[in-house]
């Protein structure tokens, strides 16, 4: 007979391995379920230097220390591709691509992941140049010349939060104009004189020396141009996991939490990436985790 956890948290990134520390710490029989490897986005951050405590650290390693906490923990880990989270009567049904567990709560904690231009050599140039988050990456970019990639108002906030750290900053927009939501931006724009827009324009090629980016090869409303770039960020391109069955009530599939991270379903919570939010990192991914796990012993009366 399958047994009942207390929570089953689905997916071991930084949110729901930390939900599950506070969960194990305070007695409960819980269930950590991965699909992938434990860590989650950050293994793919070849250094982090905003997590306090580490003036710098490996991503990779940061997500190695605290599954290896869980882990001095006890905490029960075990792989499978959640299909579905059903709620009957007052139980959870998790389906995986291997097992059914029944649990009396569950978080969710499935993160997103990144969506690729696909260029040749994107892969292999990620930390040495290709960036998917400014907020984390600016930095690593003070004084240079770097590219950012969007069609959106939140690249153009992101563009002049670059424009403040690095020498110039070129905008590549695939659309002919920016929406609506961009017009009080695009006109900070017109006053910052390190921002170049180039619009209807896609990038073609990546150009590298020694592994590190150099240049970019764009087309140019018909013209291909090549571009100094020493960063490149894909701004805003990443997809929600939330590929499984389930009930719980989302915006473009970020999940809709209040502030105890609870959802339209009792008894579920929702704590890291995937919630609907402004800010998406680490530290913000914790401290939900925190507050999840947290609802989760208030709603079995433990707390
Ligand atoms: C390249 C890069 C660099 C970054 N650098 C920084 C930085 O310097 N500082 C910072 O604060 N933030 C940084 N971030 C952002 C940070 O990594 C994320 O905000 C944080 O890791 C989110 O954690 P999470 O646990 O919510 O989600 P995720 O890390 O996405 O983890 C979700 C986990 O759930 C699993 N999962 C998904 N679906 C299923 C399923 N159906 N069944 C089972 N498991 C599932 C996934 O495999 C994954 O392991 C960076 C992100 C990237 C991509």
Redesign the pocket.
């Known amino acids: 007979m399958t047994s009942l956890f207390d929570c089953i948290i689905?997916?071991?990134?930084?949110?729901?391995m930390t939900s599950s520390i506070y969960l194990k710490r305070a007695g409960l029989k819980i269930l950590l379920?991965?699909?992938?490897a434990?860590?989650?986005?950050?293994n793919?951050?070849p250094k982090?230097?905003?997590?306090p405590g580490f003036i710098d650290i490996e991503?990779a390693m940061l997500a190695s220390n605290i599954f290896e906490q869980t882990q001095n923990l006890q905490v029960e880990y075990k792989y499978?591709?959640?299909l579905s989270v059903k709620k009957e009567n007052a139980t959870f049904h998790i389906t995986?691509d291997l097992e059914e567990f029944k649990s009396k709560s569950v978080i969710i904690?499935?993160?997103?992941?990144?969506a690729k231009l696909n260029l040749e050599d994107e892969e292999t140039l990620?930390g040495k140049g290709i960036?998917?988050?400014v907020l984390?990456?600016a930095n690593f970019f003070k004084d240079e010349v770097v590219s950012i990639f969007g069609n959106d108002y939140r690249t153009l906030e992101e563009a002049i939060y670059l424009s403040n750290i690095c020498k110039k900053v070129n905008v590549i927009c695939e659309n002919k104009y920016f929406d609506d939501n961009s017009v009080l931006l695009l006109e900070k724009i017109n006053n910052c004189n390190n921002i170049k827009i180039y619009y209807n324009s896609s990038i073609v090629k990546l150009n590298s020396i020694d592994q590190k980016l150099k240049s970019i090869k764009i087309n140019n409303n018909g013209n291909q141009e090549e571009i100094e770039c020493k960063g490149l960020f894909i701004s805003n391109h990443n997809i929600p996991?939330l590929?499984?069955e389930n009930d719980i009530e989302c915006d473009k599939n970020y999940i809709i939490v209040n502030t105890e991270m609870g959802t339209n379903i009792e008894g579920l919570y929702a704590?890291?990436?995937?919630v609907k939010k402004n800010i998406?990192?680490?530290?913000t991914?914790v401290g939900e985790a925190a507050i999840a796990a947290n609802s989760v012993l208030k709603y079995l009366g433990g707390n």
């Open positions: 689905v997916g071991s990134g930084v949110a729901g379920l991965e699909k992938s434990p860590g989650g986005q950050i793919m951050s982090v230097e905003n997590y991503g499978g591709n959640v995986t904690a499935t993160g997103r992941r990144v990620i960036s998917y988050c984390c990456d996991e590929d499984y704590c890291g990436d995937i998406y990192q680490l530290t991914a």
